[in-house]
Structures are given as structure tokens and as C-alpha cells.
């Protein structure tokens, strides 16, 4: 399950992810990004992952689709989260994210604030 945090606003798209994501809600962030980079032309992604997040395979797939797709209109993806793992895949995909120009980030979970004024700062 998704949420779209309040503090989503103009080119800055915050979700809160728990549980398990299937392919329609994937399907239905996808189109909410897309509403937003139509009105903005680039975006900006937080995203918070609760302690047990999973996504079913078909949803993984059109996420990589999408985002493949659509690197060109991402400024900038914070990552929040207390797992280790993620924290050191994000810093992996960091390297590759800058080739493209999308700047990418880890912040623990204490760190949201911090995490926000980071996404929030334009580029």
C-alpha cells in the first residue's frame, strides 16, 4: 500500500510505502507522477519504506519500465529508510542515477526533515 504524503506539493511527489505494492497501485503512483511531470516537467521523488515493504514482480517490472522511461523528467529521488541493505543499494544506484542527472539519496528514517528540505531544494 501507498500513501501520497501531505507535504507533496508543485515538482516535490512524497510517498509513504508499506505492506505490499500490486500492479494496479503501482499503475496508480505511476499516473500520478505523470500528472505531476505534465505540470511541471520535472518532478522530484521521497520516498519512506516501512519496515516490511514487498512488491509483487509485475509491479516491479512497470516501475523500471517507468522509470527508464522517464529518467529524463527526475530531478532528484530521496530514499528513506533504516535498512542497511537499501542504504547501500541506493548508494550502488546513486553512481549510475548521476550519469543521468538524477541525484539520488539515502536518509535514515530520523532524518525525514532533513530528507525533505534536501527534496524540496530545487537543483
Not at 516537467?41 to 516501475?63: M, P, R, T, W, Y
Not at 527526475?74 to 550502488?92: E, H, Y
Request: proline residues 2%.
Amino acid at each position: 500500500m501507498y500513501t501520497i504524503l501531505p507535504r507533496s506539493q508543485g515538482a516535490v511527489l512524497g510517498v509513504e510505502i508499506s505492506g505490499k505494492i500490486d500492479i494496479d497501485q503501482e499503475k496508480n503512483l505511476i499516473a500520478k507522477a505523470e500528472e505531476m511531470i505534465e505540470d511541471q516537467g520535472k518532478i522530484s521523488v521521497l520516498v519512506v519504506l516501512g519496515d516490511h515493504v514487498g512488491v509483487s514482480f509485475e509491479a516491479a517490472k512497470a516501475d523500471i519500465r517507468w522509470v527508464l522511461a522517464n529518467m529524463q523528467h527526475l530531478n532528484k529521488i530521496a530514499i528513506v529508510t533504516d535498512s542497511k541493505l537499501l542504504s547501500a543499494l541506493v548508494a550502488i544506484d546513486a553512481t549510475f542515477a548521476r550519469m543521468v542527472g538524477i541525484q539520488e539519496k539515502h536518509f535514515d528514517r530520523d532524518e525525514i526533515d532533513i530528507a525533505w528540505h534536501w527534496i524540496e531544494t530545487p537543483v
